[in-house]
T-cell receptor, first 115, second 116 residues
Framework: SAVISQKPSRDICQRGTSLTIQCQVD?????MFWYRQQPGQSLTLIAT?????????ESGFVIDKFPISRPNLTFSTLTVSNMSPEDSSIYLC????????????FGPGTRLTVL | AQKITQTQPGMFVQEKEAVTLDCTYD???????LFWYKQPSSGEMIFLIYQGSYDEQNATEGRYSLNFQKARKSANLVISASQLGDSAMYFCAMREGVKGDYKLSFGAGTTVTVRA
């Protein structure tokens, strides 16, 4: 498996502000992803974080709202910009360890509340 | 169309009994992978078990087993000898197609409550 840490673990923010979430992995991984889980909902993929290049966003998510960086193979950040209460969610970083099952492992999540 | 369907929003199970969580999937790919994750109230996603579409035997991991019925496109999770710590949300997920994508599609989840 992979050991993944996220900072912060939770935050309460005011609308209109931005928050940057960090994801650190204990070993080099090929793929890193960011997911959003709105209250009472399942997980939705925001984007694939590409090392050294622009992230690949899923339908409904744009770079201006969710800028992502991945400067190396073990670290990525997700920024939630110009926040509104609708952005209140758990944000999860995940990585793929290439192997028999190519299992995707998740970080502990960042619980964000926007007032 | 929904790729992963979990029809049970919530389930109650008595401690030490077994529980089966339903999952059906929809894909036209021949190669795919099926995963189950557990999400306690803390919010973390814990990987439980994996089944590949070409695996001939049902996957097992400790008290977790996967009842894979390919023709029916179902991948039900069986938790044996339930414990109070098994109370959580459980998600079924699928990865489709050839390697290089790794994206997962998740079901809506099933909440399991284990009673003492």
């Amino acid at each position: 498996s992979a050991v993944i840490s996220q900072k912060p673990s939770r935050d309460i923010c005011q609308r209109g502000t931005s928050l940057t979430i960090q994801c650190q992995v204990d070993s080099q991984v090929t793929m890193m992803f960011w997911y959003r889980q709105q209250p009472g909902q399942s997980l939705t993929l925001i984007a694939t974080a590409n090392q050294g290049s622009e992230a690949t966003y899923e339908s409904g998510f744009v770079i201006d709202k969710f800028p992502i960086s991945r400067p190396n193979l073990t670290f990525s950040t997700l920024t939630v910009s110009n926040m509104s209460p609708e952005d209140s969610s758990i944000y999860l970083c995940s990585v793929v360890k290439v192997g028999r099952s190519d299992t995707q492992y998740f970080g502990p999540g960042t619980r964000l509340t926007v007032l | 169309a929904q790729k992963i369907t979990q029809t049970q929003p919530g389930m109650f199970v008595q401690e030490k009994e077994a529980v089966t969580l339903d999952c059906t999937y929809d894909t036209s790919d021949q190669s795919y992978g099926l995963f189950w994750y557990k999400q306690p109230s803390s919010g973390e996603m814990i990987f439980l078990i994996y089944q590949g579409s070409y695996d001939e035997q049902n996957a097992t991991e400790g008290r977790y087993s996967l009842n894979f019925q390919k023709a029916r496109k179902s991948a039900n999770l069986v938790i044996s000898a339930s414990q109070l710590g098994d109370s959580a949300m459980y998600f079924c997920a699928m990865r489709e197609g050839v390697k290089g994508d790794y994206k997962l599609s998740f079901g809506a989840g099933t909440t399991v409550t284990v009673r003492a």
